[in-house]
């Protein structure tokens, strides 16, 4: 090998090994073995003076080329490995970091639903205020102030003849007054009771009001509405049963149940029927004259149906939820899970 070759396979050699350091002390020692004062390229630089004098320029140019060639390469392998890259503050084989995902509670989604259904049935949203007066909440609904019914109702009373609404049906009222027939509404919101908090029972819950007034609407009408409404929500195999009940504001009444989602039927001890095979859903029936005089409405012309609903009831039957309160209390660890 003569001397350019031997300074071509120093070269190469130690180009690979700065390639290869894994730290700044290893790039530190690869400095004084090949550039220091007994490496390699400083004994071939000394022995260039006894060369002929016809080589010494060609190899004094070479040798000085190697020699800035491994200068540059330790510097830029210093700096690289001194960038950030290349400090393994974390472990690059963890998983990485889900963010954070909010999603919706699950009554907004059974509102959401809800709205859906209706919508594809022809309803159109309606809203009213939480706060109301007695007027909208009882007297309209043919509820005036000495019917027992009111003591159902009891509520948050504030001041100027105001209170927070018992129920939906306030928004049939606001309705009617400023529509005429005919109308086919959902509102579904808040409503507040004087209740004693417990498992079954809260000072505020959910509602969905349903009401269809038109010439001709029947009961048939209502049951096919609540039908449809039953197999959307629970499942196609979803059955509707109506037992009569009392209402001021409809003439008839009932109320309604579903066939148990989960049992189907029947089963002795089921979680969600308690073994009936129904499950009590709500109220509804034709709305009364005398609310459809209160509003304007001609009640030898128009009939309609009008139903309400506690959305609260509905969504623990559909999450298997044994306590109301977890709807309201905003806890994060029960909204996940559902
Ligand atoms: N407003 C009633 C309640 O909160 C539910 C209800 C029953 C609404 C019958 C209606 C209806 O529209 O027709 O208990």
Redesign the pocket.
Known sequence: MNTLEQLASLQQAALAEIAAASDATQVDELRVKHLGRRSQLRLIMGQIGAMPATERPALGKAAGQTQQALQDALEARAGALASPAHEPTFDVTLPGRRPAMGRLHPLARLIDELVDIFRGMGFELADGPEVEDEYHNFDALNTPADHPARDL?DTFYLTDGLLLR????TV?IRVMEQTPPPVRVVSLGR?YRKEAVDATHHYAFH?I???YVDRGVSFADLKGTIEMMGRQLLGDRTRVRFRPHF?P??EP?VEYDFSCSLCDGGVPGCRVCKGTGWIEI????M?DPAVFTAVGYDPEVYTG?????GLERIAMIRHGVDDIRLFLDGDLRFIRQL
Request: aromatic share 16%.
């Open positions: 109702h018992t129920h939906t049906s049939q409503v509602q009001e349903g009401l209402f504001f409809t009444s709500a109220g509804a029936g709305v149906f009008a139903f309400g609903m």
